[in-house]
């Protein structure tokens, strides 16, 4: 029997590979859940872009789904992302909150009227406060939170229309079957 | 029409191969003469064709044969050719031909210097090595054949990986698969042994030098491969238990109980079915680890690109070769427990004891490389070990093979004697306490930086009074002979790698700094003056470039230019600044400029002082070269002609004679 031993453990291991092989077939290995979903999205106050004088809270938006698209005018990656939000971000069905992040409000407003704007709102968090708390890498970044202020979904990266599609479409849609 | 020649040559091996897997062993089964002598021809055909598809391969990079979809991928035409030949190796498909033509290097050496095996024994390990060889190039025809065309052909390439662009990374793929592959040869004796039936010590015998060359091979490119990971990757670390390393880490670990196994199989007869199973494990691993990274299974900082398929050939081919050695071991492993007894306190036991704790290390690197594997498997969510796992547990298993080491020599085989051991441990740990005592004082009571000191001088200890009392007791010419002068050295370089890590572990000072022009920085007594960054150019790349002038005491010790490159396709690559000395390194890594748009202003600089870093690559090399010293022993190559008289006579038996003088 003992002599069976190290073949039995070894047909544990390639089970193991297989199994990794399967799984990885399905899944992406670069993707870390965020902490945060499924929990309530931070508390922040945070100036419009578009006039400073008026804030915009996690609690004005309560009430209503919305997605924050954290962008900034120094990200190459944005500039990429821009045209699909222009197009299939417009219509996902529910407002698009732009974020900008780190970012010189009159350099914003200069990339927003060049490159056109999607959001229905734009908040800026000039020193990047709020956005520890997201816990955001980067940008471009989107979180989906719900009309009770729960994040439900994170995208780290641009939003291309695969990810719209097979990702944040269906999150959505699961949200909106939730509200009826 | 070059470039599918390559792949008619790669077709023609793989059809050689077989013949040289299939014929020989065939032959050795039925005792057909005939069948076996097709072993060497085939084998030597077989290289032939591997070596001229390899070289057509390297052609086509230094003629900047952008057709080839592989060339058009990894290189382009401001790469210089000496990178233009390591990016033949620089990505998956180039290095699967890389795996197979040194396997051919090594099956090639049997062919030719294993002239006095037994002739059924050599036919079966070539017929091993052939099967080997099938598996390989099979995989590389069929998933990731290198000489796929690219039409259109584009009028320049992509880049070769930039962090394969450093002279370290040249050689660092091809010296560990010398090791890597080289566990091949001791697997293929094993398996020719099980074969055949003739679990005598002989078997062993042959494959020692082999196995010793293999894993001094495996040991130098680790240290290559480390050095390498300190220089270029800016975080100041020499090992991250990243999988990639752990691939290499955990053949080297059972190769190193391999080697001390083999003694005791060959000079004792003991320990015969563990011998053959280390052999297969060593082997097993080093496939684990070409699946690891090439199958994207587990991610890694320095992983090639990955492909399911390929995981799956890897897989059905791991399974083929390791299930079916196990099940050959399961079967015909030695029944009774052979070979002269031995006492608790005797050589035996004390190798038994390092044996234990290197496999179980071994298994404990596997262990944590799988864990996001079976967190996944068993939905427990996606967890990771690192290195506070891998550190812990290590040092605690590697604890007692330090303790024993000094003792290894002095014991005797079968019965140590106790008065003997006495004088060891009395003297190596009097020395041990003594420097431990005074590196309190000089390091503040540093505990791990204590425990290193007291542990190399232990070990150092240990080494010198043997080699000291060989000196004194045996007559000249007879005192080192070259198997004991490898033990030495190999055991020495415990001791100097010990000094480096736990030095460099505990005393390390890392400083992140932001530095404006003309700012200093004070470290460990060094002044560090950071003059500014301005651009420069390479062949390929640009680089902002920072310069650093360090000094002590008032006097210029060095004058460091840490780069920060980008190379052709934007991808950005550290270059640190490295100072070396004997008991220290200065290491500065540029990080971030505070302002893009002014990269002559101040930027984020990590500063670094190591102490005795050096060291531990100093141990690793002198381990290297006991492998190899150990490997040229005269024992290995004058008996043979007797053995060959005795084995090629009665397959499984060896005289008691040769057996007595071992």
New interface residues.
């Given amino acids: 029997m003992s002599r069976l031993a190290p073949l039995l453990g070894f047909v544990l291991l390639a089970a193991l590979l297989g199994f990794g092989i399967w799984w990885n077939s399905g899944h992406d290995q670069r993707e870390v859940p965020s902490p945060l979903i499924d929990k309530a999205a931070p508390a922040f106050v945070l100036p419009r872009l578009d006039d400073p004088a008026q804030s915009v809270s996690r609690a004005s938006l309560l009430g209503k789904p919305y997605l924050i698209n954290v962008f900034a005018s120094w990200c190459i990656a944005c500039g990429e992302e821009h045209p699909v939000l222009m197009t299939d971000g417009k219509q996902i069905g529910v407002p698009l909150i732009g974020y900008d992040y780190k970012d010189d409000p009159a350099e914003a407003k200069a990339w927003l009227a060049e490159h056109g704007n999607p959001y229905d709102t734009v908040i800026a968090d000039r020193e990047g406060r709020s956005a520890i708390d997201f816990g955001v890498y980067g940008a471009p970044e989107s979180f989906l939170i719900d009309a009770q202020g729960v994040i439900r979904y994170k995208h780290i990266g641009p939003l291309t229309p695969e990810v719209i599609a097979s990702e944040l479409k269906p999150a959505i849609d699961a949200l909106q079957r939730e509200a009826h | 029409m070059t470039p599918e020649l390559g792949q008619l040559a790669l077709i023609l091996a793989l059809l050689l191969a077989a013949a040289q897997g299939v014929l020989p062993i065939l032959g050795a089964w039925r005792g057909n003469g005939a069948l076996m002598a097709v072993a060497r021809p085939a084998a030597f055909g077989q290289a032939l064709f591997v070596a001229l598809a390899f070289a057509i391969l390297v052609a086509a990079f230094l003629g900047h044969d952008f057709s080839v979809q592989y060339v058009a991928d990894n290189s382009n035409l401001a790469l210089p050719w000496y990178y233009r030949i390591a990016a033949v190796w620089g990505a998956h498909e180039g290095s699967m031909l890389l795996w197979v033509s040194i396997l051919d290097v090594w099956t090639l050496a049997l062919a030719l210097f294993g002239g006095r095996l037994p002739e059924v024994f050599r036919a079966r390990v070539l017929g091993v090595l052939g099967l080997i060889a099938v598996g390989f190039l099979a995989f590389i025809l069929f998933t990731s054949n290198p000489f796929l065309r690219l039409l259109p052909m584009p009028p320049d390439g992509g880049d070769l990986n930039p962090v394969l662009q450093d002279p370290g990374m040249t050689f660092h793929p091809p010296v560990i698969y010398m090791g890597y592959v080289g566990f091949s040869v001791a697997f293929a004796f094993s398996i020719a042994a099980l074969l055949g039936g003739e679990l005598e010590q002989a078997w062993v015998r042959w494959a020692r030098p082999w196995t010793n060359v293999a894993w001094a091979f495996l040991s130098a490119g680790i240290v290559a491969g480390s050095w390498w990971a300190y220089a270029e990757l800016g975080w100041g670390g020499w090992w991250f238990w990243d999988p990639v390393e752990n691939a290499s880490f955990m053949p080297w670990l059972v190769g190193t109980a391999l080697i001390h196994a083999q003694a005791v199989t060959e000079k004792r007869g003991s320990l015969r ?1 563990w011998t053959i ?1 280390l052999s ?2 060593a082997f ?1 691993l080093s496939l684990l680890g070409t ?1 690891l990274v090439r ?5 890694s900082v320095h992983s090639f690109a990955s492909d ?1 398929r390929r ?2 050939y890897i ?1 059905c081919f ?2 083929l070769v ?2 079916g050695s ?2 050959l ?2 079967l015909r ?1 030695p029944k009774v427990a052979g070979g002269k007894a031995f006492r608790p306190v005797s050589r035996e036991s004390a190798i038994l004891v390092g044996n234990l704790m290197l496999t179980v290390a071994a298994a404990m690197v596997l262990l944590g490389t ?1 864990f996001p ?2 967190g ?2 068993l939905a427990l ?2 967890i990771s070990v690192g290195p506070p796992y891998f550190g812990f547990l290590f040092t605690l298993l590697m604890l007692p093979v330090v303790l024993l080491l000094p003792f290894g020599p002095y014991l005797r085989w079968g019965k140590g004697e106790t008065p003997m051991l006495k004088q060891v441990l009395l003297r190596a740990g009097l020395a041990a306490a003594a420097c431990a005592i005074v590196a309190c004082f000089l390091v503040n009571g540093q505990a791990k930086a204590i425990a290193g000191v007291a542990g190399a001088v232990w070990v150092g200890a240990g080494v010198l009074l043997y080699a000291f009392k060989r000196w004194r007791e045996m007559p000249r010419g007879r005192r080192y002979p070259a198997e004991m002068a490898g033990m030495l050295l190999a055991h020495a370089g415990v001791a100097l790698f010990l000094v480096g890590v736990l030095l460099s572990e505990s005393l390390s000072v890392t400083r992140d700094v932001r530095m404006a022009p003309g700012e200093h920085q004070q470290i460990a007594g060094y002044d560090f003056r950071f003059d500014g960054v301005t651009e420069t150019r390479g062949p390929n790349w640009r680089a902002e470039q920072g310069t650093v002038i360090v000094s002590r005491g008032g006097t210029i010790v060095a004058t460091m230019h840490p780069q920060k490159r980008s190379y052709t396709r934007e991808q950005v690559q550290t270059e640190s600044a490295i100072d070396p000395g004997v008991t220290r390194d200065l290491y500065v890594a540029l990080g971030e400029p505070m302002d893009k748009q002014h990269i002559e202003g101040a930027w984020a600089l990590r500063l670094y002082y190591k102490p005795f870093i050096r060291w531990l690559w100093a141990g690793g090399l002198l381990m290297m070269l006991g492998g190899f010293v150990g490997a040229c022993d005269r024992r290995y190559r004058q008996r043979r002609a007797a053995t060959v008289v005795s084995a090629a006579a009665s397959e499984p038996a060896m005289p008691p004679a040769l057996e007595a003088r071992a």
Avoid at chain 2, 295 to 299: D, E, F, H
């Fill in positions: 079915a199973l297969i494990f097993s699946f199958s994207g299974v587990l991610t399911p995981g799956f897989l791991l399974i390791v299930g196990l099940l071991y399961a492993a799988l594997l079976i996944d498997a969510g996606k």
